[in-house]
């Protein structure tokens, strides 16, 4: 049975910055400082970017002396992809039946 894609997390990652963050945390777990290098916003817009995506689940924090380090959460990531991936399928196989409904 198809599950609903999580619309949610999507508007969370439609975001072009959250979405650079997520690629940047996917090959390595960076402090602020690191991602306001590597992506040349300021601290305050990181910061309030990094909330998001922390109280959506996709990332989780690891506190490290005075700074906090980030980690992108891949489980949620797969769950959202498995989501896609099941609906890439179920279209595949409407499309093969040519599943459609008469029009009345």
Same mark, same amino acid.
């Given at each position: 049975?198809?599950?609903?894609?999580?619309?949610?997390?999507?508007?969370?990652?439609?975001?072009?910055?959250?979405?650079?963050?997520?690629?940047?945390?996917?090959?390595?777990? =960076?402090?602020?400082?690191?991602?306001?290098?590597?992506?040349? @916003? %300021?601290? &305050?817009?990181?910061?309030?970017h990094l #909330?998001?995506?922390?109280?959506?689940?996709?990332?989780?924090?690891?506190?490290?002396?005075?700074?906090?380090?980030?980690?992108?959460?891949?489980?949620?990531?797969?769950? =959202?992809?498995?989501?896609?991936?099941?609906?890439?399928?179920? @279209? %595949?196989? &409407?499309?093969?039946?040519?599943?459609? #409904?008469?029009?009345?």
């Open positions: 049975m198809l599950t609903s894609v999580d619309a949610d997390l999507i508007r969370v990652l439609a975001d072009p910055l959250r979405m650079k963050i997520v690629h940047l945390l996917a090959r390595e777990t =960076l402090c602020t400082t690191h991602l306001v290098e590597e992506t040349g @916003a %300021r601290q &305050t817009n990181l910061s309030n #909330r998001v995506l922390r109280e959506a689940g996709v990332v989780e924090t690891e506190p490290c002396g005075r700074f906090t380090y980030y980690r992108l959460r891949s489980d949620v990531i797969a769950v =959202l992809a498995g989501q896609f991936t099941e609906l890439a399928e179920t @279209a %595949r196989a &409407t499309a093969a039946a040519d599943i459609k #409904r008469a029009c009345p």
